[in-house]
């Protein structure tokens, strides 16, 4: 369940290593009270530290070294509290100026009583375990533990505790812990999280508080809103990190914790501000606030927090808010987005910045509003932004002047290896970028201004450049490319060029190392012949087709054609050069009726893997006149993909290729049947994903579905009235068949009968299957783990007749919408017994439903539990909800929604716990 840290050499080596550091570092210690006595604590620990190996070794087999041990890490735990008390005492006399004494003895009697009692107890405790560690008999050995104890015994000593999140965490999983051990609470990351993961509220708001000895703090990727103030009282917490979590503002008692070192903010997508107390935090090295879309403005005052190293984004302030100049005597490191430049009305704060001499930056963003006017002191204000030379990353956006500052693209930029040109509208030319030796890829997008690129921006022909890539460049007309016999762009592997609607002439002639060629939106660029040897991946949209012709060489492995209007079908002499193509997508060609002309030109692609065809409006059929196979001279095909095809009639009669795996029709209203699914030469179809929707006159051939089929998916085909035969029967049903799943087919009157025996069956949904009236004899698939009838008005068999109690797999449920079936008072003591396995319930538009059954609470593994529009919903279960329910999700029902109502509802007290709770 959770992965807690044992107590162990690497705990003790930390925890020492941070005393040692303490006691020798901090000149606190020398007027502190008992100084002899903290004089004599390194010396001890040294000792103590010297037999550590051989302790942990020992401590399985005796339990006298095991107590020897668990004591020790008390004590040491007690000793970094003492030395905490002195530092936090420290930084909070000095964040008060009233209270500032000159010197640093500026202990009160008070303090130095309290202090020196404790540092006289610890020092007590510590001279009796270094004796007992020769009464033990241990030495100086290396050693290894091995561990044996329970979760539990391990849980209630743990120190430091890191765990995985669960989608849903209620508080009953962390109430094991010791609150007055815990060191350190992390909820680790996973790599397959995608949006939030939830917690009780009582965990964050009345647990965390308790844990006083916190040093570090992780709750990140948790729906969390806000924090309660009495995080302030964490005052040992040296790392918080909210990474991920829906905080929106952060409690101004975050300025108590003197001895912050991290504060973790980065993809916090609604946080929109951070309490001024925060520049109290002067031991503050990190604060990471990346990816805070909303967080507009931070507090004035910065420049106090001289440690920081890490800051990765400052937002220039208005009038009397945070001033560029503040980051004069900041250190900082990594990458740095300075947002806000239209706010900076005096130029010398640029210059005070001094980020030329921030020798730690590799990556600056520079960015000006979007909507920011000529500014006249725009250009000065860059010049004196000038990055340090070590800058590797550079990115400009929204600049207001005409023109770029000198130290754009001079050589003072050698290292730059990625450089970002955004929406610089007013910029009338380009820096002459050719010249970086080290520059890898160029972005320059809506530079408006811009007419021609000419020899000054080709300067030395950009020798390392391998990614370049316009867009949005409305006025560009003239790319000069080469200067003499210079061809430019030597390692360049892809050109990318959207919306230059007014460039005109060539492309670059020569680009040896180019691999990827994708031109959207460019009409003016004209024929010529061109040399891209080893071109691998050509997307075109908005030119003619006869561009094609010069582009397409040997190696072509996946080509994209977007909006070609004179694009009839792939001519021949096309085909044959396109003998290694592996993906063809075709999009929006106007005039398109066929692909290929006859059948014999598909033997020219061998290796075709993936074709498809979208929005294509006179697409009639794939291949003009049907000739030998078809489309079995495809050999390789397992992806095709008809989308939004209107006039699209027939698949080639010949049948599909056999190694067709996955087969999708989409909106094709003309399409009335589909061809031979048994595979080309009487071979054995391979296909294993089947979806058709939106073909209204679509129906199966005849003959059974190809017995390697895993998903069938049917969708709003009104003329469908039954399914293929042989899905279910005892002949030779589909053994592998694992998700079906049928929609909006409002003729389907049946379906396969028997279909208990389709045993691989996972995912059944059915939905505004009007016609459908019953369930087949012998009930459902046993092994089904997803179960969905939504609005299947006319189904007559009761649920009690469903066998939902013999689906010993199921884990969702979904029951949508009124019918005869599902015309019930009560959820579920109207025979409906479901299965324990049941971890997501889902209830909408029920209209009579008046109760939910008691038996809900015997579902121990339900986690989320939905009940919306059951307008005449009055009551929960009797006795109480599961303990795992991690959401309850209550929508549409009045009656209830009251009942549940935050801390005056009736079953507000049964719910609270909840960790996603979403009452309307």
Known sequence: ???????????????????????????????????????KWEKTLRSIDAVLADAEEKQVTNRNVK????????????????????????????????????????????????????????????????????????????GHIIGGQSYSEIARQARHVSFIPHHYDGSQRFEIFNMKCLRSFLALPTSDQRGYRYLSSKVSQELLPKFKCLRVLSLSGYFIEELSSSIGELKHLRSLNLSKTAIRLLPRSIGSLLLLQMLILNQCKQLTALPVEICKLRKLSRLDIKDTPKLQELPPGLSNLTGLRILPKFIVGKARGLALRELKDLSLQGELSIIGLHNVVDIQDAKIANLRQKHGLKELALEWSNDCKKGYNQRQVLESLQPPRDVQKLSISYYGATKFPFWVGSPYCAKIEQLDLFDCIN????????????????????????????TDFFGNGFPSLEILRFENMTEWKEWISSVGNIEGFPRLRELILHNCPRLTGMLPRTLGSLVKLDVQNCPRLTNSPLSFPILGELTMEDRSSVILRSVVGQNITSLKIKGMSDLT??????????????????????????????????????????????????????????????????????????????????????????????????DCKALESLPDMNG???????????????????????????????????????????????????????????????????????LPNPMWNLN????????????????????????????????????????????????????????????????????????????????????ENLENLNSLSSELENLVALQELQVKGCRKLRFLTKTGLPVSLGRLCISGCPVLRDKCRKGKGEYWSIICDIPRLEID
């Open 1 to 39: 369940m959770e992965t807690v840290a044992a107590v162990g050499e690497a705990f003790f080596s930390s925890i020492f290593e941070v005393l040692f550091e303490n006691l020798n570092a901090s000149d606190l210690i020398k007027f502190a009270p008992k100084k002899k006595e903290l004089k």
């Open 427 to 454: 910029c009338e030319s380009l820096p002459s970028l050719g010249q970086l030796p080290t520059l890898k890829s160029l972005n320059v997008r809506g530079m408006r201004a811009v007419t021609k690129l000419d």
């Open 680 to 750: 080309c030469n009487s071979q054995r179809c391979l296909l294993e994903e089947l979806e058709i929707a939106g073909c209204p006159f679509i129906s199966f051939p005849k003959g059974k579905l190809p017995s390697t089929l895993k998903s069938l998916r049917i969708e709003d085909c009104r003329n469908l009235k039954s399914l293929p035969d042989g899905m279910g029967d005892g002949v030779l049903p589909l053994p592998d068949l694992k998700v079906l799943r049928i929609s909006d087919c409002v003729n389907l009157s049946a």
């Open 760 to 843: 691989s069956l996972q995912e059944l949904s059915l939905s505004d299957c009007v016609a459908l009236t019953l369930i087949p004899e012998g009930g459902l698939p046993t092994n089904i783990t997803s179960l969905e009838f939504r609005n299947c008005k006319n189904l007559k068999q009761p649920m009690s007749e469903w066998g939902l109690d013999k689906l010993n797999f199921l884990t969702e449920l979904k029951i949508i919408g009124t019918c005869p079936a599902t015309d019930i008072v009560s959820f579920s003591d109207e025979g409906a017994t479901l299965p324990p396995t049941l971890t997501s319930l889902c209830l």
């Open 67 to 142: 107590i020897w041990l668990e004591d020790l890490k008390v004590l040491a735990d007690d000793a970094n509290n003492v030395l905490d008390e002195f530092a936090y005492e420290e930084l909070r006399r000095k964040s008060t100026a009233n209270n500032c004494l000159r010197g640093l003895k500026w202990w009160s009697a008070a303090f130095d009583m309290k202090m020196g009692s404790k540092i006289k107890e610890i020092t007590s405790r510590m001279q009796e375990i270094a004796s007992e560690k020769n009464n033990l008999g241990l030495g100086e050995h290396v």
């Open 569 to 666: 079908c792939i001519i021949e002499e096309l085909s044959k050069a396109l003998t290694k193509l592996e993906v063809l997508e075709i999009e929006g060609c106007s005039e398109l009726t066929c692909l290929w002309r006859n059948g014999a030109e598909l033997q020219n692609l061998p290796r075709l893997k993936r074709l498809v065809v979208k929005k294509c409006p006179k697409l009639v059929s794939l291949v003009g006149e049907e000739q030998g196979q078809g489309l079995c001279f495809l050999s390789s095909l397992t992806d095709l993909r008809m989308d939004g095809c209107q006039n699209f009639v027939s698949l080639p009669a010949t049948g599909l290729p056999s190694t067709l795996k996955c087969l999708t029709i989409l």
